[in-house]
């Protein structure tokens, strides 16, 4: 697997280290209600909850906190788009290593 080698932190930005941040634990939060969906999922595949139960889960639980989740990641994903043109100078992309 390759993984990119990523710029000193001292030299970003603090603006976009907090955009980074609040971005990663924002994802990493989708993810958790991804787990928790297919959980619930699996309850309901396996006869351990009704579908009456499996819909007011989708409805009342797990909807409103994804459509928030979902709403977050798109305006960090807007600002994220901001910091392109400030910052593609300071960014190497031919640096990128390709394949393992």
């Known amino acids: 697997m390759t993984i990119l080698t990523y710029p000193n932190p001292d030299s970003v930005p603090i603006v976009v280290k907090n955009v ?22 699996a309850k309901f595949r396996n006869g ?6 499996w819909e007011k889960f989708l409805k009342n639980w797990y909807t409103p906190r994804s459509d928030t989740v979902t709403a977050d990641l798109l305006e960090l994903r807007q600002v994220c788009r ?16 390709i394949g393992d």
């Not at 609040?22 to 619930?40: D, G, M, P, S």
């Not at 901001?82 to 290593?97: A, H, K, M």
Request: cysteine-free; hydrophobic content about 35%; proline content about 2%.
């Open 20 to 41: 980074a941040l609040k971005y990663a634990y924002t994802y990493i939060v989708q993810e958790l209600l991804r787990f928790r969906h297919n959980e619930e999922g």
């Open 82 to 97: 901001g910091y392109v043109t400030q910052f593609r100078d300071n960014i190497d992309l031919e640096g990128i290593p």
């Open 48 to 53: 351990e909850i009704t579908k009456a139960e």
